[in-house]
């Protein structure tokens, strides 16, 4: 019943977000080329640049963004609920089932009150539910990190082929979302499977192997797909160029707006298709770093830095309200909560550590995140599968803190509060019948 009410209650606070305080806005930039891909899928026209048809510039075939958000939007389309606000309650509704499955995460590192106090956390943070109203990516991330997490502490648990193909499955997932969590591979899921744990070689390489083939069948295709219809070899998405370029350029390089991106004014000769302008766009920007090579450190570090909100972070605050269009209001209550889970989510990090619970999952979320801002820019939005890592390890902080302090005698009213948050405690064990006495 708790998890049932912190549900209603993330819906609400989505809701709210999405049809009163961002009633009647359009979608814009990367928000309008996931809803037009998302009607072209509908509509049986493909995987389009459907930004370029709606302005009836021709149809160019399109894998800008990893297609798993856009394919969901189809979906929503496809069942009649083809307008933008429809389209936004869907990734309420997503949204919802991303804060259920972190209570479940919560829940099988560290007890019931962690998974609920995961739960609650996860419904009032900002970062977990901006994009649901903005129609980005994000919202599809977050529900796809946290069914990985999920999958992953079960194989940790209880090391099995089926746990090891969902953890292959969610691998996919995130890679078809955001392409940089293909890392979770390699990082994660490889050093899990090959665990002595697990078992004996022949055992871990059977896993690995059935997890392996996972990915390379739900991702194969669309690789596949790729390489089939663009002029060079492209993999997931063929984004990567522009976003290395955005952050490849004086402005952003030097000066107040360092670490940062911009439309850095380099426009692609025409007549190419998105793989000749992602090409393009690379070269441009491996020259700008070899012009510059003295100031990476610099600019590396101050991406990294606006990322974790440790640089400019009230300019932070004003680009993503402003720039990135989440506004002002809700760019810094999205600071307020970070600077106060942040600090239990490292301290969550030592507790589930002392505990003996694997936390490469989480540290790698942000090693992947790091690595995206670092290589491209620091946009605030980057950070936000290491977001869930944030709420999961803060859950467990706030459940230490809060049952310390409940078992002082000073704080005795709270323990029933305390207590219903996770339901009634297990009684003890019922006591052994006592013998008949023997026939006379």
């Not at 620091?378 to 936000?384: A, D, E, H, I, K």
């Amino acid at each position: 019943m708790p998890l049932a009410a912190i549900a209603v209650l993330a819906l609400a606070v989505r809701l709210v977000e999405t049809l009163v305080l961002r009633a009647g806005n359009k979608p814009d930039q990367d928000a309008y080329y996931y809803w037009t891909q998302g009607h072209a899928l509908a509509v049986g026209e493909g995987f389009i640049d459907a930004v370029r048809l709606s302005f009836l510039q021709g149809v160019y075939p399109s894998a800008y963004h990893p297609p798993l958000f856009g394919m969901f939007l189809a979906a929503v389309d496809w069942l009649g609920f083809d307008t933008v606000d429809s389209n936004r309650v869907a990734c309420c509704l997503l949204s919802v089932g991303s804060v259920i499955l972190i209570a479940y995460t919560a829940r099988r590192i560290a007890g019931p009150r962690a998974g609920l106090i995961a739960a609650i956390l996860a419904a009032i943070y900002p970062p977990l539910w901006v994009s649901d109203a903005m129609l980005l990516s994000e919202t599809m991330v977050i529900f796809v990190v946290a069914f990985t997490l999920l999958v992953t502490y079960r194989f940790r648990e209880r090391p099995s082929i089926p746990f090891a193909i969902a953890m292959g499955v969610g691998t996919a997932l995130c890679a078809m979302t955001r392409t940089e969590l293909i890392l979770l591979f390699p990082i994660v899921v490889v050093p899990f499977v090959l665990s002595p744990r697990v078992g004996s070689w022949s055992r871990r390489l059977r896993m690995l192997g059935a997890a392996a083939l996972t990915v390379v069948v739900l991702v194969g295709p669309w690789v596949g797909y790729n390489m089939s219809r663009f002029h060079h070899p492209e993999f997931i998405a063929t984004g990567t160029g522009a976003a290395l370029m955005s952050g490849s350029c004086h402005r952003v390089w030097y000066g107040s707006y360092i670490g940062y991106w911009t439309n850095c004014e380099q426009i692609p000769p025409k007549g190419g298709d998105e793989s000749d302008d992602d090409v393009w766009y690379r070269q441009r920007s491996l020259d700008f770093w070899e012009h510059h090579v003295t100031r990476v450190p610099l600019v590396v570090a101050a991406r990294v830095g606006r990322l974790w909100n440790v640089f400019k972070p009230v300019q932070q605050v004003h680009f993503t309200g402003g720039i990135e269009e989440q506004g002002d209001a809700t760019a810094w209550f999205s600071l307020a909560g970070y600077v106060i889970l942040m600090p239990l989510a490292i301290w969550g990090l030592f507790l589930l550590r002392r505990r003996g619970v694997a936390i490469l999952p989480l540290l790698a979320l942000a090693g992947i995140v790091s690595l995206s801002a670092a290589t491209t820019s620091g946009v605030q939005r980057y950070r936000t599968p290491a977001d869930v890592a944030i709420v999961l390890s803060a859950a467990v902080a706030i459940e230490v803190a809060l049952g310390r302090l409940v078992a002082k005698p000073s704080f005795a009213g709270l323990r029933r509060p305390w207590a219903f948050l996770a339901g009634p405690e297990p009684g003890p064990p019922p006591a052994a019948p006592e013998p008949e006495p023997a026939a006379v």
